[in-house]
Structure formats: C-alpha cells, structure tokens
C-alpha cells in the first residue's frame, strides 16, 4: 500500500525567509508520480509539480524548488523569500502510475503555512 | 479554457436525507475523480470514472456511489446521510489515457456539505 507523510503539521514564518516543507513516501511500485498541490483558503487544491519516479532532477521555478531523492523516498519543496501569498496548506501527493488502468491520489496530511509579514 | 466546476458550492442536510453533487470536468479531459476532506482523515479518494465506467474505488460505504454521463460530467450520491458525512468534497479531472501528464489532477473548488 501506498503511503505519504507530511511530519510537519504548521510551519510559521516571517515574510522573506526560506521555508521547505518535508514529504516521505512509500510505495512498492517501481514507476510512480510524485505531486505537489496548494490549497490556499478558498478551499480548491492548486496543482504545482508533477515528478515522476525516474526523473530525480530538482526543479526550480521561480521561488518555488523541489528535491527529490529516491534514496530517502523524500520530495521536498523549498519555498525562498517567502511572501505573505503563500499562506496556504501544501499537500504532497503520489500516484502509481496504472497505464490505462487509471489513477488514484494518495494525499499526506498537508502542511499549514502561515507567512507573517 | 475553463477549470473543473463544482456544483453546489454550498449544501446543508439532515441526517438520513441523500445529496447529489455534480462536477463538470476541463474541457477534454475524460476522468473524473472524486476526494472526501475532512480535518480528521484528510483528503480520501472516493472513485474514478473514465468513459462512464468506474475505474477505481476507494475505501467508502456503498452509500456513496457515482455516475458519469457521455459528456464526461460526473455526479456523486450520498444515500442515508451521516453527521460523518460532512466534509469538502471534491471533484478532480484529467485527460485519462495513460501518459505522463495524464497523472495531473486538476481540482474544482469543492462542494462543501454540511449534515446537521
């Protein structure tokens, strides 16, 4: 069975600085996807980054970065100079990936940020 | 290009009543899932249709049950509800074939269902 953790319940910090927030995974599949998603107050969850399980190259877009390590089973995303926007919760996600047999989210509990300014 | 719509935003039952819930998915996109959230078990994976069949089933009661019409829309029932119940329900769709970028989920804003 497939199974995501977020450790961190609510991270609080002062606008500017650098925040990550930790995922760790478990799957027995050998060619998953890894995603993150933002649901900011308004309830609807915002797609940010799909990775999948053999691609281990750390992306950068913006403030926004993720590490993935496939040693660890960990996809960490780093948000730099915070701002006050990012007050949302982030949740990571993973999909084994099933062809054309479909697909199916497991979710981690999700991380609150909240970016003070 | 429109995103995924959810309809209604909004509802409020009583328990034992039932509720439809419906979910117009992006344009194009042939699977439509639906996700229970709730503040003690977090966001749950309720089913998947693709092309008007049930493609995958989470772990949840028959009450809760779907559809999916010709034209890719969905709709969710909850028969017998429960105080349990309450929750954001969300819809989620995506191309549905099996590439890559089909693995991308793209949510509605959720119907957020209160049973009193």
């Known amino acids: 069975a497939q199974k995501v953790t977020q450790a961190q319940t609510e991270i609080s910090v002062v606008e500017k600085e650098d925040v990550t927030l930790d995922c760790v995974y478990e799957?027995?599949?050998?060619?998953?996807?890894l995603f993150w998603y933002k649901q900011p107050p308004s309830g609807e969850l915002v797609f940010l980054i799909r990775r999948n399980s053999f691609d281990e190259q750390n992306e950068i877009s913006g403030r926004y970065s993720w590490n993935f390590q496939k040693s660890t089973s960990s996809f960490n995303f780093t948000i730099t100079a915070s701002q006050v926007v990012d007050s949302a919760v982030y949740f990571c996600?993973?999909?084994?990936?099933?062809?054309?047999?479909?697909?199916?989210?497991?979710f981690g509990g999700g991380t609150r940020l909240m970016v003070k300014p | 290009k429109a995103g995924v719509t959810q309809t209604p935003r909004y509802l409020i039952k009583t328990r034992g009543q039932q509720v439809t819930l419906s979910c117009s998915p992006i344009?194009?996109?042939?699977?439509v899932s639906w996700y229970q959230q709730t503040p003690g078990q977090g966001l749950q994976f309720l089913f998947e249709?693709?092309?008007?069949?049930?493609?995958n089933k989470g772990n949840f009661p028959g009450r809760f049950s779907g559809r999916q019409f010709s034209n890719s829309r969905s709709e969710m029932n909850v028969s017998t509800l429960e105080l349990g119940d309450s929750a954001l329900y969300l819809c989620a769709s995506n191309l549905g074939g099996g590439g890559p970028s089909t693995y991308e989920q793209y949510f509605g804003p959720g119907t957020r269902l209160t049973v009193t």
């Open positions: 799957t027995r599949d050998t060619t998953y996807y």
């Open positions: 249709y693709f092309s008007e069949t049930q493609r």
């Open positions: 344009s194009g996109h042939r699977s």
């Open positions: 996600a993973l999909s084994e990936a099933q062809g054309n047999a479909g697909n199916m989210l497991t």
